[in-house]
Antibody, heavy 118, light 110 residues
């Protein structure tokens, strides 16, 4: 049974960098699109971006200049960095497994809340 | 890319059917048969219930069905049950390797 688990600091200062990691267990890391999706409190879902198991990345155009994703296949982990964060980046961040062309998400992590505050 | 448009709320009585719409453009919903739907209960992660417009993952009841016409996709929940009360989100491939979500619909079972 595939499981995803997000980890990382729950509090980030404005203008600093948000860093999260997702650990994948229970299945092969290969041949999937691994994505980050976020949800501000009380609001809807926003796709942040994805990384293919071969390392190719695609980002939401509205975040592209501040987002970087990477993966560590030896640890079955993929990571997210968002630079120059503001209050608008505060959200629950979910990691998810993407299928097809990464256009739908069949397995989700439980989510991790990130607060942006000094 | 703009978010897909969903009604903020929908409701129905137990046993009834309810349909939730998801309107995009000719660049996303209208162009690709890659519409998916997610159910989210309070405090929980979203759960995939429909993909590729109308396909159901294993374990999802056939009370949930999806369809598409032009730039609008729809999710129908038949035989409403109390546990169907949740937020529902649509999503579509938006071209250029992007994915776009709808704003979400809160379904209330009366």
């Amino acid at each position: 049974q595939v499981q995803l688990q997000e980890s990382g600091p729950g509090l980030v200062k404005p203008s600093e960098t948000l860093s999260l990691t997702c650990t994948v267990s229970g299945d092969s890391f290969s041949s999937y699109y691994w994505s980050w999706i976020r949800q501000p409190a009380g609001k809807g879902l926003e796709w942040v971006g994805r990384i293919y198991s071969a390392g190719n990345t695609n980002y939401n155009p509205s975040l592209k200049s501040r987002v970087t994703m990477s993966l560590d296949t030896s640890k079955n982990q993929f990571s997210l960095k968002v630079t120059s964060v503001t209050a608008a980046d505060a959200a629950i961040y979910y990691c998810a497994r993407g299928r097809n062309n990464g256009d739908y998400f069949d397995i989700w992590g439980q989510g991790t809340m990130v607060t942006v505050s000094s | 890319q703009s978010a897909l448009t969903q009604p903020p709320s929908a409701s129905g009585s137990p046993g009834q059917s309810v349909t939730i719409s998801c309107t995009g453009t000719s660049s996303d919903v209208g162009r690709y048969n890659y519409v998916s739907w997610y159910q989210q209960h309070p405090g929980k992660a979203p759960k995939l219930i429909i993909y590729d417009v109308s396909k159901r993952p294993s374990g999802v009841p056939d009370r949930f069905s999806g369809s598409k016409s032009g730039n609008t996709a729809s999710l129908t929940v038949s035989g409403l049950q109390a546990e169907d009360e949740a937020d529902y989100y649509c999503s579509s491939y938006g071209g250029n390797y992007n994915v776009v979500f709808g704003g979400g619909t809160k379904l209330t079972v009366l």
